[in-house]
């Protein structure tokens, strides 16, 4: 299926007001946007066009029920100025696991593809390629169709929206583990990006930061004995010289960052369970020193270390050590995207 974008070139470009030198995460937009509609029964009018306000009804459906799903992706640059996507069709099918369980429209790959390599055209100068920069990505969807009833709506917006976005420092993460909130149940929508899974995390989140920790561990809504994520990433944990994730489910977004972590750890020869973990396995490894490292995993930050945890009113540190999984794994997976190192595994793809 051809893809035929419309494009609606800016009339003035806002890239030079950018200090390049110094971005934040997703806080300064690209020039453009783009945008396709479900309607009728179909998604129609794909269109490149300036990054801008949308209109919408107060009656329209995401405003109520909160039908609204996202991605979360990255575009890469290298020194001779090709662009990169890293298994950008892993993003797409994803969307579409996530567009079913909320009774949302699924995207055809053809439109989601050729709408990013529109987009990614049309805004080539703003995919930064100094050191651990690059082009965020943000694709959504969400129900603009109307009606106070509770039933799906009948149309729907589908945008992606990119921010140039800098190296992402975390420093010493401090991480408390969850003894009452949960960030999905069985049955739920966990393992999906629904909007409503991450705005039901600000409350526990903001009680853990009063207490003085940045993030939370979510563990298991049932009996709070098993970890499951970090914040918003998956999760990792070294005990002795194996590294442990909790295995995939209901509840648990299936990361495209922890499978390729998996893999590349797997390959260079590091043993890998996926299994469940245990608050009391891992407080007990703490205690013992077999507990080398804890790290989240996720597009954003790529791999980011836990320097300590909270659990029952004690904190336990994590060693310092001076070669860790956490480094050597953030380093061949950025190596592949930025087109630095060989790619054994095509996920680097091409667009530019
Ligand atoms: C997006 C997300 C992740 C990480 O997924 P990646 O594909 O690696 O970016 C992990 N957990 C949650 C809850 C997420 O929303």
Request: net charge negative.
């Amino acid at each position: 299926m051809a893809v035929n974008i419309k494009i609606q070139p800016i009339e003035t470009s806002k890239i030079d007001a950018v200090d390049f030198n110094n971005l934040s995460f997703g806080s300064v937009f690209s020039d453009h946007m783009f945008e396709c509609d479900y309607v009728n029964g179909s998604w129609q009018n794909p269109t490149v066009k300036p990054y801008g306000p949308i209109t919408l009804n107060p009656s329209a459906k995401i405003f109520h029920y909160g039908q609204s799903i996202f991605e979360g992706m990255k575009a890469y640059k290298d020194k001779d100025g090709g662009v990169f996507l890293f298994r950008p069709t892993d993003n797409c099918n994803r969307l579409n696991i996530s567009a079913k369980r909320m009774m949302i429209p699924e995207v055809p790959e053809e439109i989601f593809m050729a709408g990013l390599k529109n987009l990614l055209e049309i805004d080539n100068n703003w995919i930064p390629n100094t050191e651990g920069s690059s082009l965020y990505i943000r694709p959504f969807i969400f129900a603009s169709g109307e009606g106070f009833h509770a039933s799906p709506a009948d149309s729907y917006k589908f945008i992606i929206a990119t921010a140039p976005s800098g190296a992402y420092f975390s420093g010493k993460v401090k991480v408390l583990i969850e003894e009452k909130y949960a960030r999905a149940a069985n049955g739920g929508v966990g393992f999906a990006k629904a909007g409503g899974n991450y705005a039901a995390q600000f409350y526990p989140t903001q009680l853990a930061v009063e207490k003085g920790y940045h993030q939370v561990i979510w563990t298991d809504d049932n009996t709070h004995e098993y970890i499951e994520e970090a914040g918003a990433m998956n999760i990792f944990i070294r005990i002795n010289d194996t590294l442990i994730t909790s295995p995939t489910s209901d509840r648990i977004l299936d990361g495209i960052t922890r499978k390729s972590i998996i893999q590349i750890a797997k390959d260079k020869g590091i043993e890998v369970k996926e299994r469940k973990i245990s608050v009391h396995e891992v407080v007990e490894a703490a205690k013992d020193g077999t507990l080398k490292e804890m790290f989240g995993a996720g597009t954003a930050a790529v791999v980011s270390p836990i320097a300590t945890f909270g659990y029952q009113g004690t904190d336990y540190d994590l060693p310092e050590l001076s070669e860790t999984y956490a480094s050597l794994l953030k380093k061949r997976i950025t190596g592949i995207q930025t087109n630095k190192t060989d790619d054994p595994y095509d996920w680097r793809v091409k667009v530019l």
